[in-house]
DNA sequence: TGATATATAGACCAATCGGTCTTTAAATAG
DNA sequence: CTATTTAAAGACCGATTGGTCTATATATCA
């Protein structure tokens, strides 16, 4: 995975995932098939991972303004530096592959989707707690939120400062909760 | 420009070169170089046409508030259908190529910071006309602006649906402006 | 120990990559 | 018209691409 997401698909050639894996090419082929099957596999790793971490951040259990706040954090956190540098498998994917990769298409836009919901779940249950701004309605401001946090991964790629990530993620949440 | 636009860097290859510029082999390399110097040329035309672009929407002689609103409707356009899914050379490039292209990253910084630069002019005679909301300041939602537009770029790629993206832009100009 | 299954290294493949160069045709100048 | 310049076509180059296959070494098992 590590591989794709530090170069991209196109970039990525075989020695690199023999390097990586550790495999030979034999062994590469007999396990995952071919390139493009390995990097759908990378793939849903790290959907599946990004995922299950919002699942611990947005948790219903917690304090949904601080579960935002834990999960724009993150974001800061990984455009910070050497990972913001390394910036997001998905936003790499989306931008080369979409639209030409019907099995990347699928990942990408469910993966925006299911994002989208928790972030939407989240918001309703601050909205519910009178923790939202006036006027702020839980679905829309969702998308709001996907667009910036994804854009923040573009603009993180060459300003990755974390003091800067901070202060405008701050100052994000402060147009939308109370 | 269009084809490094539709493909990405390493996806054009150059045949698909030869038949979007009608030249020969020998001709585009003696016009142009190497691949890398044409599509740097592309990537700075592709620059001076949205700069160009934001310099008319986000006139000071025009409302600054109207400005703001055509320069994001220029991005609900170019996220629709076809124009969306197509992407943005600007975007795709910064995913692609930052970080290991001393070249490139030039060109993507700067051009962020333009951007904002533009968009905290036009929040500034905003606020200095009594339209933007309390709390705003300009130059944090000039941050904030660039990445949920370039973030509905990301997102534009898989579900390019314009009457989506035009009200999640009017949700979001919502927040900053009065 | 000897027989068998497994996985390694790496030769090998056709296709394609970016880039150069020669040959030929077309346009221009006199 | 001929002479000269210009550009097009495409052969050609070594390197690299994703992918296959064979020979060899290493385990595993009886």
Redesign the pocket.
């Given at each position: 995975m590590g591989v794709f997401w530090s170069r991209g698909y196109?970039a990525?050639?075989?020695?690199?995932?023999?390097r990586a894996t550790?495999?030979?090419?034999?062994?590469?082929?007999?396990a995952f098939?071919?390139?493009?099957s390995?990097f759908l596999r990378a793939l849903d790793r790290y959907i599946a991972i990004a995922l299950a971490r919002m699942d611990i951040e947005l948790d219903h259990r917690r304090e949904p303004v601080d579960g935002l706040r834990a999960y724009l954090a993150g974001y800061v956190d990984r455009n910070s530096g050497a990972n913001g540098r390394r910036g997001c498998l998905l936003v790499a994917t989306a931008m080369e592959l979409a639209g030409r990769d019907a099995d990347v298409d699928r990942r990408i836009g469910s993966f925006f989707r299911d994002m989208e919901a928790r972030v939407a779940g989240a918001l309703s249950r601050a909205k519910a707690a009178g923790r939202l701004a006036d006027g702020v309605e839980p679905s829309s401001a969702a998308r709001i939120l996907v667009c910036f946090v994804e854009g923040l991964r573009v603009v993180g790629k060459t300003a990755p400062t974390r003091i800067i990530s901070q202060a405008t993620v701050d100052a994000f949440l402060d147009r939308f909760i109370r």
């Amino acid at each position: 995975m590590g591989v794709f997401w530090s170069r991209g698909y196109h970039a990525t050639a075989l020695p690199d995932l023999l390097r990586a894996t550790k495999l030979s090419r034999g062994s590469l082929y007999a396990a995952f098939g071919d390139k493009h099957s390995l990097f759908l596999r990378a793939l849903d790793r790290y959907i599946a991972i990004a995922l299950a971490r919002m699942d611990i951040e947005l948790d219903h259990r917690r304090e949904p303004v601080d579960g935002l706040r834990a999960y724009l954090a993150g974001y800061v956190d990984r455009n910070s530096g050497a990972n913001g540098r390394r910036g997001c498998l998905l936003v790499a994917t989306a931008m080369e592959l979409a639209g030409r990769d019907a099995d990347v298409d699928r990942r990408i836009g469910s993966f925006f989707r299911d994002m989208e919901a928790r972030v939407a779940g989240a918001l309703s249950r601050a909205k519910a707690a009178g923790r939202l701004a006036d006027g702020v309605e839980p679905s829309s401001a969702a998308r709001i939120l996907v667009c910036f946090v994804e854009g923040l991964r573009v603009v993180g790629k060459t300003a990755p400062t974390r003091i800067i990530s901070q202060a405008t993620v701050d100052a994000f949440l402060d147009r939308f909760i109370r």
